[in-house]
């Protein structure tokens, strides 16, 4: 979806590097999403924030970090990046229903990043 | 916490036929289930969803059912295309929680 954009959509680090993955989006949604997906694992959750001052950790988060630093852009870091760090990162965003209930998620392209 | 069983984790069929993948979640308050499609290096994308107060919902050639005693919910593809090979995706919600997928299904529909 074109609202929901990422940069880099490819990077090759080195081990022991800081690298941050942004994500910006113009559906104007209060929550955002970062997931990780590997191979035969699925999406998992790292981080999500239900708006610029809710933080909270997924089911991955050890080695991650994020920022809001405002309600359209949710950043990524990893303070010193190894190589089981090597996977596909998607963004998310989802809308706050009318009756509170966390509705459609819309993902952003996606980034490769890779961890030598 | 929420846990998402999907299987089968490879489905083949031949163009035309049917293909079903099922899935299992454990918390008894989640209460919506989306079905994601994705591509071969594409994002994931919403293609039907279905809230706890329904059992059955249909979008042309898709349909979703949802049995809320057993906690399974199913998709299914009538008429399979090529076009219809990818990945899928089933996910489960709890009101103002995180979603949780399963692990995906990787479809292949056979000319």
């Known amino acids: 979806d074109a609202d929901v954009t990422q940069t880099p959509r490819n990077r090759i680090t080195k081990t022991g590097k800081r690298i941050m993955l942004e994500c910006s989006q113009t559906k104007g949604h209060d929550r955002m999403y970062w997931y990780r997906q590997d191979p035969g694992l699925g999406l998992r959750l790292i981080y999500y924030s239900f708006d610029v001052k809710d933080i909270n950790k997924g089911e991955i988060s050890d080695g991650y970090s994020v920022s809001r630093q405002a309600q359209a852009k949710f950043s990524l870091s990893l303070e010193s990046a190894i190589p089981n760090q090597t996977a596909l990162y998607f963004c998310?965003?989802?809308?706050?229903?009318?009756?509170?209930?966390?509705?459609?998620?819309?993902f952003g392209p996606g980034t490769r990043l890779t961890v030598l | 916490g929420e846990n998402v069983e999907q299987h089968p984790s490879t489905l083949s069929v031949q163009e035309g036929d049917s293909a079903v993948i099922k899935c299992t979640y454990s918390d008894s308050a989640s209460n919506y289930f989306p079905w994601y499609k994705q591509e071969l290096g594409k994002r994931p994308q919403l293609i039907i969803d279905i809230r706890s107060n329904v059992g059955e919902k249909k979008d042309q050639r898709i349909a979703v059912t949802l049995n809320k005693t057993a906690k399974h919910f199913s998709l299914h593809i009538t008429e399979t295309q090529p076009e219809d090979s990818a990945v899928y995706f089933c996910?489960?919600?709890?009101?103002?929680?995180?979603?949780?997928f399963g692990k995906g299904t990787l479809l292949t529909v056979n000319p």
């Open positions: 996910a489960a919600l709890r009101s103002n929680y995180k979603l949780t």
């Open positions: 998310a965003t989802s809308d706050k229903g009318t009756s509170g209930n966390t509705d459609t998620q819309y």
